[in-house]
């Protein structure tokens, strides 16, 4: 029987949103068949960070891994979806919301806090893990932690205090995801890094699969 595929992923384009001041999507041709070549070919231009990504302990610790030195097997596996609401202004996620019943058995969890997502428009005022949801996460052995919006911390955050208490626990990252199609529930994630030597952050093609039948 064929498992259902949800892909997670942002569509990456010049419309999708990144960061106020980071760089945006683009492309353009370097060899184009209806120009007499043999194939085309095209060269593309876009923040580490636009569309659906995974942050490498590089990009906010310096002399720390890069995304090409991180471990793969935190990216695939076992997974739980969460729905939960933001709190507070600019909003975090509510540590007291993950507690033993949502997390008991949960390996990567990756939490949903809308139901409509909208790859074309930054929002600044996103639902952010914050610190407390993020310790919360990693002392539950949590190997992965998602996320529907740009980042663990706040627009504004000058400490990143969430994906420091992430990377000191072990855990890996991922921001951006699309998760309005999926229901909450337990799933396999894949969602790759590329191996960019030396690199901040990577894009990923992010799916989740349905469990087989037990």
Not at 21 to 30: H, K, Q, R
Not at 118 to 140: E, I, M, Y
Not at 171 to 198: F, H, M, Q, W
């Amino acid at each position: 029987m064929t498992r259902r595929i949800w892909d997670i992923s942002e569509p990456i384009s010049p419309a999708t949103a990144v960061f106020p001041g980071d760089t945006p999507f683009s492309s353009e041709w370097v060899l184009r068949m209806d120009a007499g070549a043999s194939c085309n070919v095209s060269t593309i231009r876009m923040s580490a960070h636009c569309g659906t990504h995974t942050d490498a302990p590089l990009h906010f610790a310096s002399g720390a891994p890069s995304i090409a030195e991180v471990g793969l097997e935190r990216y695939v596996g076992p997974c739980r979806v969460i729905a939960v609401a933001g709190r507070g202004d600019p909003p975090l996620v509510p540590a007291e919301a993950l507690g033993d019943r949502e997390l008991r058995g949960a390996e990567r969890v990756l939490l949903k806090t809308r139901d409509r997502h909208d790859h074309t428009v930054f929002v600044p005022a996103f639902t952010a893990l914050g610190p407390d949801a993020a310790r919360r996460l990693a002392q539950a052995g949590v190997k992965l932690v998602g996320l529907d919006t740009p980042s663990m911390d706040h627009a504004t955050s000058k400490e990143l205090a969430a994906h420091h208490v992430l990377f000191t626990g072990g855990v890996a990252i991922l921001e951006n995801l699309d998760l309005s199609a999926v229901p909450p529930g337990d799933y396999e994630l894949i969602a790759l890094p590329l191996r960019i030597v030396g690199g901040d952050s990577s894009p990923v093609r992010a799916i989740l699969r349905e469990l087989p039948e037990r």
